[in-house]
């Protein structure tokens, strides 16, 4: 471990575009350079290279600061790509927030992310929201895998950093499937995809905070950043611009962050025997519904390929 310092049926939205194309440059194929390992690149000792370019890909504002918020404000050269906003259609979570209306929620819910990431240098134009409603990722798989693997290959992304797919949250591991199906689309289409990691972020038991693990039973190596008193303190600064997310994030912890490369994972079958941790709550589908988006999504994007 390393002390890591200061230094549908639902009717969703389909992802936006518009801020995509705004904030993605073309490239070239090829054009990053090689050097350290992705792994020295992102938690080493030595200083970090300007060059390096990571994306931080989650499921709802507010998921990447909790998981990576730290690792993030070391990064001199980091986008964050939200894939929902962070209210769902049931008006449960805005309406206890204290708003009538769940557009406005989600605009809070934006703006509070961006004053978070700003502590951590992240300035607005860095930031990409796709739009999903929250809850709802599961139903555009395909679209979203295209989107994420269209970004990518124009930003020249070098690390990529998302969910596990765990069976935790249907949106966690929707956007795992489609940052993994998307590193497979960029490599058919003749580009060479980006290192990827995933953060440790599970929901827990109550879905009342969010937690800094994976799910148990993986032996995989992973990285852990224990953070000292600035980092913390920074953290806890990020975290106390979410006054809509009080009550999760009073609960969820500061330190540490985890990290480690994924599995090959079967984006058909369940990330886990028995019954799934979102499973438990009556807003989210059953895993087998699930499987079957992603039988279909993964049908639609590599239709003459067998298997995962």
Known sequence: MRRFGLKCSCRCRKPGTEQLRRMI??????????GRSPHSRLFGTGPLTPTIRCSVIVAHPADEVV???????????????????GAPRDMQDATAAGFKDRSEY??????????????????????V??????????????????????????????????????GGHPDHDATAFATHA??????????????????ALHPSADFKAKLP??????ERETTTLLLDERA???????????????????????????????ASY??????????????????????????????????????QAEGR
């Open 25 to 34: 440059q073309p490239f070239q194929p090829g054009q990053r350079k090689k």
């Open 129 to 166: 929201d796709l739009e999903v409603v929250d809850q709802c990722a599961s139903q555009y798989l395909a679209d979203l895998t295209k989107k994420i693997a269209t970004f990518l290959q124009q930003s020249a992304t070098d690390i990529v950093v998302t969910h596990p797919y765990e």
């Open 182 to 199: 998307a590193l497979r689309l960029m490599k058919k289409n003749g580009f060479r995809p980006p290192a990827l990691f995933e953060m």
């Open 266 to 303: 079967d984006f058909t079958a369940p990330p886990q025997d028995g019954k799934l941790h979102y499973e438990n709550f009556n807003w989210a589908l059953r895993s087998d519904e699930w499987q079957s988006l992603a039988c279909k999504a993964l049908a639609d994007l590599f239709p």
């Open 232 to 262: 913390q303190e920074l953290k806890q600064r990020m975290f106390a611009c979410f006054q809509t997310q009080r009550k999760s994030l009073d609960l969820s912890p500061v330190s540490p962050e985890k990290f480690r490369q994924p």
């Open 106 to 127: 989600a605009q809070a819910r934006k703006q509070e992310c961006l004053c978070a990431l700003a502590i951590a240098n992240v300035p607005e134009d860095r930031v």
């Open 67 to 85: 998981g990576a918020g730290c690792l993030i404000s070391k990064l001199v050269d980091v986008t964050v790509l939200h894939v929902t906003d």
């Open 213 to 218: 693990e994976f799910l148990p039973g993986s």
